[in-house]
């Protein structure tokens, strides 16, 4: 693994640690530069972390505390709090 992935990774920990403590404009911070990592280095996000962030705000989503999941036709529905969806195919948790 390289050193841009590796920072991506360890961002995302970081997103999610903050986003368990309630703090998600700490998170948005943290899920933001990640982005801009990828970016710089040409890299595409993990899926893990592409689920777990919301296109729109780029909130890091706890489903339960800032997002709602739910399963309908074979997709898993994603609602952010600030009313973006995202919908994925079901699969199980392999990512
Ligand atoms: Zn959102």
Known sequence: ??????RIERLQELARAAATEGNHDR?????????????RNRLTLPRKFRRFTCDRCDAYLRPGQNARVRLRDGHVVVTCDCGAHARYPYESNTA
């Open 1 to 6: 693994m390289d050193i841009a992935a590796e």
């Open 27 to 39: 998170a948005r911070y943290y899920v933001r530069l990640a982005r801009r990592v990828a970016e």
